[in-house]
Structure formats: C-alpha cells, structure tokens
C-alpha cells in the first residue's frame, strides 16, 4: 500500500511514515498543499492522510479539489479539532473517515483498512501462502475453497504472519501489532490468538511454528 | 430558569396605593371646602338677613317728643322666620342699659354702624347664635345718647341646609372614590403594560434565543432595554470566544500530544528491553489520559456552548446514527467488539441538533466499547415513535459498576469497574445534561446476564 501523508508538524508525518514502513508500505509526505498537489499529481496512492490546517491552505480544499474530478481516492482526514460538526462537514465534502488527533497506530490501520474495504468491495487485495489465501479487506480465508470468516484480531495476525512468511515475530511484537497500547494485555494473551488461528487454518498446508523463547513464524508444512 | 427573588409590593399595588391615597386626601379636602363654601354661603344669607332686621329695628327708633321712641318691625321678624324654623332673639339697650327685648340676652362688646353690623356666634340657652349688632347715636334731652341694637338668629337653617348638603357630600365623595379607584385602575394597567408586555417577551425568550430587544418601548424603558441589549452583546461575545477558544485549545494541545504518542509508539514498536517498554507503556498510557481529559473537558465546554446556542437541522436519524456507528466501528473492531444496530422502526427525518445527537451517542458507544466484556457484541436498538425516539445502548461488563446510577451522572464519577480505563468519568455526565438540554433522558439499567443498557428518550 503506498500512502500520501499531507501533515505541517514534522516530527507526527515523520513517526507516521516510519509505522507505515515497519508495517511494510510505502509512504510520501508533503508538508504543505502546493507539494501535495504535486506529489498526488505525480503518482498513485492508495490512500490519503489529510491534515486541515497547512501553512499554505486548508486541507478542505484539497478534499474539495479532489472530489470535483470525480477522483474517489480514499481520503482519511487527520483533525485536531472536538467539534463534531467539522467533522460532519468533512463528510460531507467528501473524505471517506476522519481521525481525531492523537491517535493510536492501531486505530489509524483500522480506519485505513475500513476506508480500503468499503472502497473495493470484493475486488480484494489476496494474500496467499500454500493452500490458504487471505483477503483482508473482507476478513476471509479461504482453504481448499472453503470460506472461513476471520474476527479482527485474528485477521490482524493471520495478515503479519501472511505478509512475511518464514519471519520470526517475537510475542511483543505480535502484541503491539494486534492490541491497542491503550489495552492492558499480557504478552501470553497472544497465545490464546495464535491457538484460535492453528485451529481455523488447520486444513492449511501452512502452520504457525512456536520457537521456544523467541517467538512464531509461519511456514509451509513441507518446509517443516 | 425560575429564580426565587423577594418581591416586594407590586408597582401596580403601589400605584393602587398611590393613587387610593391621594383621591382619599383629595375628597377630604374637596368635601371640607365645599362644606366650608356652603356654610360661608348661608351664613352670608343669614347675615345679610339679620344685618336687614338690626337696619329695620334701628329705623323705627325715633324721638318723639323728646322721648325715645320705637315701633317694633314685626313683618321683619316674621319675615326671617318664615324663612326657617329658628328662633329670633333681640335687644335694645340704651346707653348701656336695657331697655326692650330679651333682658338676659347676652350684650356684645363690639358694635358696628348701619352700614356694617358686627357679627358674632355667641352661645344663648344652650344655643349657638349669629347675631348682628349695631350702635345707633340718636340726640335727644339735649344729648347725644347711644343705642344699641342686637339682634341673634339661632343656626337651625344653616345646619338643616349643611346637614341636607353633607348628606349629599358624602354619597357624591363615594362616586367620586369609586370612579377614582376605576380610573386609578385603569391607568395603573394602562401604564403598566409596556412593562408586563416587556416582561412577557424575556419570560417567553428561549434561553439561547440571544437576538436583540428591538420592540416599540416607552422612552423610561430605553435604559433598561440598553441594559440587556447589552448584557446579550456581551454573551454573544463570550460564547463567540468561547467556541474559538475550544477550536484553538483542541489544536494547540493535542497536535504536540500527537507528537509525542507516535513519537512513543515508534519507539515501542522499536524496543526490545522489556524495562524500556514498560516505560513507553505507561509515557503512552499517560498521554491517553491527557489526551482523553483534555477531549472531553473541551466536548463538555462544547456542549455547554451548544445547549446555549443549539444549531437545529433536519435530518434522518436512523441515517445519522448508523454513520456514526460506522465511524465508531474501526475502534470497536481493534478491540475485536462487533456493533450491531437493531432498527426496530422505520426512519424519520427529525428536527433536532445535530452535534448534541452525535455527541451523546458517540459518547455511549464510547463507553460501551471501553467497558465491554472482551469479544462481546454492542447491540443499539432503535425506535422512533411520531414524537419520541429511545435508542438503548447494551453491552455485556464483567464488573460491576459499584456505584448508584444517579451517581455516574455525576461529573468525574466513576464506576469500580473503570479502573485500569482510560477515562475521565465526564462521558455520562455530558450525555445527562445534553438530554436534560433536549427535555429528554437518560436511563441506565442493569438487565439480567451483567447486560449494562444506556437509554436515550428524546422527543424531537
């Protein structure tokens, strides 16, 4: 996925380029409208992160540029402010959600994955590994051509595991990735998810390995 | 808003008073000089007609051969007699002694001459009197010898003529008060309803209706209409700052904290020494709890600023709501709840603020996906009525809430099962007053199976 980040304070577009890079995407900044005019010119993206107040302009304009060329990028509007009503403005304009500043990584991605899936519908991104493919967008596996509906924890581990196969993910880091920092979880409640996860994909000719005091990865069964 | 003031006497009271009193004082004085004019109109009448007996007494006193002489004028007497039932006394005295009449008549000490009698109330057998008297000088025995002629009326007339008009007096004064206190009346009411049509509008002025007093008043009023012009120039103004100070808050302190929990998550998300982690846990733990009180402090000075100035739309509730559901879902699916919206009517397009809908719902979702039992479902059920609608809240919590439910409603109030939550215990409190802001409620119930419902009945 590559993301244009529109955002004036430097140091929150520069931390949210390095989360979408540690979760494997592609990110662009502009610090103001007149770069993001260009950067979005210039390439494509597959979401937009949209701060309203820029040094050259408001964001709105930007949302309202886009939206007048019948372009329906998803658009995640990124507002500090607590009034609703701004917020039912931006709707109204034409961005796809809004998040309120600060916010969490996790909520972030929710927002993104939930923008991405009303905008594709069953035209999904698939992961496949083996027999198992994933369709994050909707929260499906399929195995063998038999669907299985994922819930969102579950998805959101299946999907590190399937986005890097073979990797070794230590429990913290599957913990961080899953649950909200705002969650008191033990790092051992991420047992319980990888359990839940061998059971649905145990017709798979994948499975997720335990190494002893490090962590899991994900492999063929062949490979094993 | 019903203040209890001290009041004291109405102005319509005290112009009743007012006016009571001086028409009182009015008629006394108006009855005293009447009777005061009456009286000096008979005893005028009765002086002129004693002045003409003492002139015609004194007339028929002559010398005849060098003898004093009188013809008594009977026609006189009877003459001012006929006229009333009194009584009419005389005496002559003739160089100080006496000579015809009524002997134990009192003499006078003072006379006057022919053309001005003197005259004077006097008391005789136990009867007031008016009498004219008048010194005559008439020369006869080779001198100048003085007579003294005094003739008294008793007041039979003049009190029967006062008792008759007095009579009259009293029962004219009692019209004259009655149509005084009708007058009075009038007036005070007449006076008084540019004030009571003035005091009718601000009762009947909705508390957020903040336009200016422009009505045709009387110009004494110009002043107080000035006043409270003035006073809502000023309110429009602090609530104006009010909405900028909220907008320019929200933005000045949540984009550093911002920074600082995506700056702390990358860092988390980098670190492996667990000490380190714990410490960027709790960093980011903290920041959520600003990050939250700050939130709903501003939403709740938001609230307070909308309950004074609601903005009302139309729009389709169920519509409306199910957005916000949608809005809410990417969270509730991180904490892997399901939300699902029973509509249980059909949609209904509401007038009503569209901000103090919202917010009252987000903040019950809010809470529901904060205290909501892990992997449970948020169920709403709606229903909307031609006049009302209830949309219930029920999540399943797997603590109690170990506090009396009028006592969530309080600002700060939490339950025993928000420790370790990140809250602020403002949420409920901001939906209590913005339902007591739209005259409906909020009702919490605990139903069977540790079900915690929110209630919200508002007509529209």
């Known amino acids: 996925m590559k993301v244009l980040i529109i955002e004036d304070t430097v140091k929150l577009a520069d931390n949210l380029k390095s989360y979408f890079e540690l979760e494997g995407h592609t990110s662009d900044i502009s610090f103001n409208l007149t770069d993001a005019y260009e950067f979005y010119s210039s390439s494509h993206y597959d979401i937009v992160l949209l701060d309203i107040l820029l040094p050259d302009g408001d964001g709105r304009d930007f949302l309202k540029k886009i939206r007048l060329k019948n372009d329906s990028k998803p658009i995640i509007v990124m507002t500090a402010k607590s009034d609703i009503s701004d917020k039912v403005d931006l709707l109204d304009l034409g961005a796809d959600d809004y998040i309120i500043k600060p916010f969490e990584f996790s909520e972030l991605d929710a927002r993104c994955r939930a923008v991405l899936r009303r905008q594709k519908g069953q035209n999904q991104i698939c992961l496949e590994f083996g027999n198992l493919k994933l369709y994050p967008l909707i929260a499906t596996i399929t195995i063998n051509s038999q669907n299985i509906i994922l819930r969102n924890r579950e998805l959101r581990l299946l999907e590190i595991f399937m986005n890097s196969p073979n990797i070794i993910f230590s429990k913290h880091q599957l913990t961080d990735r899953v649950f909200s920092i705002s969650e008191n979880v033990n790092e051992n409640t991420i047992e319980v998810y990888i359990a ?29 | 808003m019903i203040f209890n003031i001290a009041t004291k006497i109405s102005i319509k009271n005290r112009l009743l008073i007012q006016f009571g009193l001086a028409t009182i004082v009015i008629s006394v004085i108006l009855y005293l000089l009447i009777k005061s004019i009456i009286n000096h109109v008979i005893i005028s009448t009765q002086d002129k007609l004693l002045s003409a007996a003492v002139n015609s007494i004194s007339e028929k006193i002559y010398v005849d051969k060098n003898e004093l002489s009188l013809d008594l004028p009977y026609d006189t007497f009877s003459l001012i007699g006929s006229i009333s039932d009194d009584k009419i006394f005389y005496r002559i005295d003739l160089n100080n002694k006496f000579l015809t009449g009524y002997e134990d008549f009192p003499i006078v000490s003072k006379f006057g001459n022919l053309r001005e009698p ?123 700052q ?67 100035r609601p903005e009302i739309s139309k729009f389709y509730l169920i519509n409306k709501l199910n957005k916000i559901i949608e809005a809410l879902r990417p969270i509730a699916e991180i904490r892997n709840f399901n939300i699902k919206h029973k509509i249980l009517s059909k949609d209904k397009l509401i007038n009503l603020d569209l901000i103090l809908y919202e917010t009252a719902i987000r903040n019950l979702i809010d809470n529901a996906i904060k205290y909501a039992e892990p992997e449970s479902d948020i169920i709403i059920k709606t229903t909307i009525t031609e006049t009302y609608c209830k949309i219930s809240i029920e999540n399943k919590i797997n603590k109690i809430i170990g506090a009396p439910k009028k006592e969530l409603f309080k600002r700060f109030r939490r339950g025993i099962n928000s420790e370790n939550i990140i809250g602020t215990g403002l949420g409920l409190s901001i939906v209590n007053e913005i339902m007591q802001g739209l005259k409906g409620n909020l009702k919490i119930k605990y139903n069977k199976g540790g079900i915690f419902c929110a209630i919200l009945l508002f007509s529209f």
Do not use: W
Not at chain 2, 167 to 181: A, D, M, P, T
Not at chain 2, 183 to 194: D, Q, R, V, Y
Not at chain 2, 279 to 288: F, G, T, W, Y
């Open chain 1, 196 to 224: 839940r996860i061998r059971k649905l994909i145990k017709e798979a000719n994948i499975k997720i390995i335990t190494l002893r005091g490090i962590g899991y990865k994900l492999e063929k069964i062949n490979d094993i």
């Open chain 2, 118 to 240: 003197i005259f004077k109330n006097i008391s005789y057998n136990q009867q007031n009197i008016r009498v004219a008297s008048i010194q005559k000088s008439i020369f006869f025995n080779g001198q100048n010898n003085d007579v003294y002629v005094s003739v008294g009326q008793t007041f039979n007339l003049q009190e029967n003529i006062l008792f008759k008009v007095t009579n009259n007096l009293y029962f004219l004064v009692f019209i004259y008060l009655f149509f005084s206190f009708f007058i009075a009346l009038l007036t005070a009411k007449l006076t008084l309803s540019p004030i009571k049509s003035l005091a009718n509008k601000l009762t009947n002025k909705e508390p957020n209706d903040l336009n200016y007093i422009k009505d045709d008043l009387p110009i004494e009023l110009t002043p107080l209409i000035n006043s409270l012009n003035g006073h809502i120039r000023k309110l429009k103004i602090i609530l104006k």
């Open chain 2, 242 to 308: 009010t909405e900028i100070f909220i907008s320019e808050a929200a933005h000045h302190i949540k984009t550093p904290l911002a920074v600082v929990k995506s700056e702390s998550e990358i860092a988390l998300i980098k670190s492996k020494n667990p000490e380190n982690r714990d410490h960027l846990k709790n960093i980011i733990s903290s920041i959520n709890d600003v990050n939250r009180s700050t939130s709903q402090l501003l939403d709740h000075a938001m609230i307070l600023y909308k309950l004074e």
